[in-house]
């Protein structure tokens, strides 16, 4: 890509997100307006900051690397993504506006009247929160070395410095116009090239199914290994090595591979003619999955979608820094049409990377060797079209790239740094605040540089599936059923948040290889969400004296328009 103008994109996205956020501190004043905007923001202009926080690292660059490497059963995951919206628009939207709350950690404590309940809840809300911010961080990395060969790491210290800065100086309301403008910047930076490559496409005789017939190379290419991967081949190939083949080292000779299983050492060189075919790698490159995950994929397709679907249908209502958001609608009716407003944003975005992820088949398929698909919708632009209109395409590309890691990234600072300030800091206020948005993104900002290229939805799914086996239970019991208790409600968040958890985190591990233990850990919400729905009832009716006084007095708070209530008071 041609960073002559790819890098002034950028620097400019940067720019006008300063100069928006700029406009939010001029009208912040109150601690209020630092939380939750003083519960002023309207439907149209909170369905796009909503829309412009969620859709993510994952959302711009992740979902079409998914669909390039694992073809189309991946659109699973914008599917999940948008209909999490549904769920969170008939369950939880409305009651959750009218519980008066700052956070998800206040309101489990206005709703259990239960301080270690809160503060479980800021530990899920803290953790949550920065497992989702590595791969913004990550992926701001990603696109600033496709663009400059800079350093992996220097792209997560722009986008950490450029949100510190606007979180800390205008909260909520300053974030609340950053995202709402990168939404519409985003969808603009992916429909826009979207149409031209289209058109190039049904223009140059590039064949018109991309997942009918295997990938092949439409003209010679280059493609260096970054990683040791075994390459599975059905059929003889011939192809130039620079590198270690089978554990002999070869410079630059043409080789005849027969069919089976090769051994290609990272570092590897190899030269492919035009038409050779793809060859299929088998470590679990997978533009987005984990090796583990995408080998139990293969071996249990119908299991790993169903938890790929729960995980993604019931996440989003517990993701902090989408569930903050309702807090600043004006009124529960408010929240519910925020939410439907929600669904056609990000399902209007969500049409486009699927785009890219077919195209990438056929213009880039050597992505799925290198470990890199998830750059695919930068590269497109350059080698489709081409020229001076493909750098300005992929220019657009690259700054809409960036506007969602800023946006993302905006969104779960603010979260987290509400949580740190309400629970862990010694004192609250703006002051403290802004203490609160500097740790909030120094830890995942370090984690990134320690833990190196995390492909970006794994990061995301752990985040979701925690979220959907913590936080659904909690939030959905704590608003529909009065005889949900403390106890309860901690049990469940432990059992279910922490068994996802752990279960995440021992697969991207690697433990264990194989079998159907492999595919229960992989993929988990299958049993993680109602095994949190299950100890939370379970313990909640073996503690019946523990129900909170005023629980009715609450529960109808939750459930009464704000009308209704007034006229009841008065």
Not at 224 to 232: C, E, G, I, P
Request: charged content about 10%.
């Amino acid at each position: 890509m041609n960073s002559s103008y790819a890098v002034p994109a950028v620097a400019l996205v940067v720019l006008a997100t300063v100069f928006v956020g700029a406009f939010g501190l001029r009208i912040s004043r109150t601690t209020s307006d630092f939380y939750v905007a003083s519960r002023t923001v309207g439907p149209r202009l909170n369905a796009a900051a909503i829309s412009g926080e969620y859709l993510s690292a994952a959302s711009f660059l992740g979902i079409a690397g998914l669909v390039l490497v694992q073809g189309p059963d991946m659109l699973w995951y914008p599917v999940g993504y948008t209909a999490g919206y549904l769920v969170l628009l008939l369950f939880v939207a409305a009651p959750l506006r009218r519980s008066g709350a700052y956070t998800l950690p206040d309101f489990a404590e206005a709703r259990l009247a239960s301080q270690a309940v809160r503060r479980l809840a800021g530990a899920f809300v803290v953790g949550v929160g920065w497992l989702y911010l590595l791969p913004q961080l990550q992926g701001a990395g990603l696109t600033l070395t496709v663009l400059t060969g800079a350093p992996a790491w220097l792209g997560g210290v722009i986008v950490a410095v450029v949100v510190v800065a606007i979180v800390a100086a205008g909260g909520m309301r300053s974030i609340t116009f950053v995202q709402a403008f990168q939404y519409w910047l985003k969808l603009t930076a992916l429909l826009v090239p979207a149409l031209f490559l289209a058109l190039a496409w049904q223009g140059d005789g590039a064949p018109r199914h991309a997942f009918d017939e295997p990938a092949t190379f439409r003209e010679q290419r280059v493609v260096r290994v970054d990683t040791t991967l075994d390459l599975n081949l059905d059929r003889p190939l011939t192809v130039t090595v620079s590198g270690t083949v089978d554990g002999r080292t070869h410079d630059d000779q043409q080789l005849r591979l027969p069919a089976g299983t090769h051994h290609i050492k990272g570092g590897t060189r190899l030269t492919f003619a035009a038409g050779s075919p793809v060859p299929e790698p088998d470590r679990g490159a997978s533009g987005g999955l984990s090796p583990s995950q995408a080998e139990t994929r293969g071996e249990r397709p119908l299991y790993a979608t169903y938890g790929l679907i729960l995980a993604t249908f019931l996440g989003t209502m517990g993701l902090p820094h989408v569930v903050v958001r309702f807090y600043t609608s004006p009124h529960g009716v408010a929240a519910r049409r925020t939410t439907v407003a929600v669904l056609g944003l990000i399902g209007a975005f969500y049409l486009l990377p699927p785009v890219y992820g077919a195209l990438g088949r056929l213009y880039a398929p050597e992505l799925t060797l290198t470990s890199d698909a998830d750059a695919a919708v930068l590269l497109l632009p350059e080698r489709v079209i081409g020229g001076l209109g493909g750098d300005l395409l992929g220019a657009l590309v690259a700054g809409g790239a960036f506007a969602a890691f800023l946006s993302t990234a905006s969104g779960l600072t603010m979260a987290v740094a509400g949580v740190l300030t309400q629970d862990v800091l010694p004192a609250r206020g703006v002051r403290h605040f802004r203490l609160g948005t500097v740790l909030a993104m120094a830890v995942p900002l370090v984690a990134s540089v320690l833990v190196g290229g995390l492909p970006v939805a794994d990061a995301v799914g752990l985040a979701f599936a925690v979220s959907a086996s913590s936080f659904c239970p909690l939030l959905v019991l704590g608003i529909w059923w009065r005889r949900l208790t403390p106890p309860g409600a901690a049990a469940g968040m432990l059992v279910g948040g922490g068994s996802a958890l752990l279960a995440v985190a021992a697969t991207m591990a690697g433990f264990p290889g194989t079998g159907a233990l492999h595919a229960l850990l992989a993929w988990p919400a299958l049993w993680s969400v109602p095994l949190g729905f299950l100890t939370m009832i379970l313990v909640s009716l073996a503690t019946p004296g523990r129900v909170p006084t005023g629980t009715a007095a609450i529960l109808a708070r939750f459930h009464l328009p704000e009308e209704l209530r007034a006229e009841v008071k008065a």
